[in-house]
């Protein structure tokens, strides 16, 4: 961060090769100058004039909020994975609240052959999903994590489950973040982190879920299985 009596005017955010700064336009294109000054850099893109690509994520600028989203990347994976839903039985209609000790699991009858390719599918399908769930579709983190931790021992459900996902993605496709312009005149900093537990209802294992956020915006999201 960059300081400038009592104020931050600049963030610099810096990943592999990709750098961003976010802060008071004088500011931000400074040190983009200054970056390029050492370094050979490409063009310098501003998000006030166009929406910016960064790290897999759309940024534009919406009268002052910022949004991100991966709409594109939803666009292009409902199409790829809805020609392959068609090719293969989609998810039962209560698949996604059914337990392994439930007899309706077609994991353990299947052919070994028939097995390893349900259990392909499914890591591929919640693969690409993670993919926004990580990065701009939080919204979908607990349902994802649940559908995860059944894919080695049963694949069907979570195949079944990551369907339910891919239906709910399909329903709500343009879902994303929004940073709300918050002007401040301090160095004044919250971080504010939010956990949860279930306590096994199941009697299985419990399910954490945080949330931070700083300056009341998000930054960061996690639901995992304990």
Not at 151 to 165: E, R, Y
């Given at each position: 961060?960059?300081?400038?009596?009592?104020?931050?005017?600049?963030?610099?955010?810096?990943?592999?090769?990709?750098?961003?700064?976010?802060?008071?336009?004088?500011?931000?294109?400074?040190?983009?100058?200054?970056?390029?000054?050492?370094?050979?850099?490409?063009?310098?893109?501003?998000?006030?004039?166009?929406?910016?690509?960064?790290?897999?994520?759309?940024?534009?600028?919406?009268?002052?909020?910022?949004?991100?989203?991966?709409?594109?990347?939803?666009?292009d994976f409902?199409?790829?994975?809805g020609k392959?839903?068609?090719?293969?039985?989609?998810?039962?209609?209560?698949?996604?609240?059914?337990?392994?000790?439930?007899?309706?699991?077609?994991?353990?009858?299947?052919?070994?052959?028939?097995?390893?390719?349900?259990?392909?599918?499914?890591?591929?399908?919640?693969?690409?999903?993670?993919?926004?769930?990580?990065?701009?579709?939080?919204?979908?983190?607990?349902?994802?994590?649940?559908?995860?931790?059944?894919?080695?021992?049963?694949?069907?459900?979570?195949?079944?489950?990551?369907?339910?996902?891919?239906?709910?993605?399909?329903t709500y496709?343009?879902?994303?973040?929004?940073?709300?312009?918050?002007?401040?005149?301090?160095?004044?900093?919250?971080?504010?982190?939010?956990?949860?537990?279930?306590?096994?209802?199941?009697?299985?294992?419990?399910?954490?879920?945080?949330?931070?956020?700083?300056?009341?915006?998000?930054?960061?999201?996690?639901?995992?299985?304990?």
């Amino acid at each position: 961060s960059i300081f400038e009596v009592n104020r931050v005017i600049d963030h610099i955010g810096i990943k592999v090769n990709d750098v961003t700064a976010m802060g008071i336009l004088r500011a931000a294109m400074a040190c983009m100058k200054a970056i390029g000054d050492m370094w050979k850099v490409s063009k310098i893109e501003s998000i006030r004039q166009q929406s910016l690509t960064y790290l897999g994520m759309v940024m534009e600028w919406k009268k002052g909020d910022i949004l991100l989203h991966q709409r594109t990347y939803v666009k292009d994976f409902l199409e790829r994975w809805g020609k392959a839903r068609s090719r293969h039985t989609t998810a039962e209609p209560d698949s996604f609240s059914k337990h392994p000790s439930d007899s309706s699991d077609g994991s353990k009858s299947l052919h070994q052959s028939e097995m390893n390719k349900v259990t392909k599918q499914a890591q591929s399908l919640i693969g690409g999903l993670l993919w926004l769930s990580t990065r701009t579709r939080p919204d979908i983190s607990y349902a994802l994590s649940s559908a995860s931790t059944y894919v080695s021992q049963h694949p069907q459900i979570a195949l079944n489950k990551a369907w339910h996902i891919y239906q709910y993605i399909s329903t709500y496709p343009y879902f994303g973040i929004r940073y709300i312009f918050q002007p401040t005149t301090t160095l004044s900093v919250a971080l504010d982190l939010f956990t949860d537990a279930s306590f096994a209802p199941e009697g299985g294992r419990s399910q954490t879920g945080t949330i931070t956020f700083f300056n009341n915006s998000l930054v960061s999201w996690n639901s995992t299985r304990q």
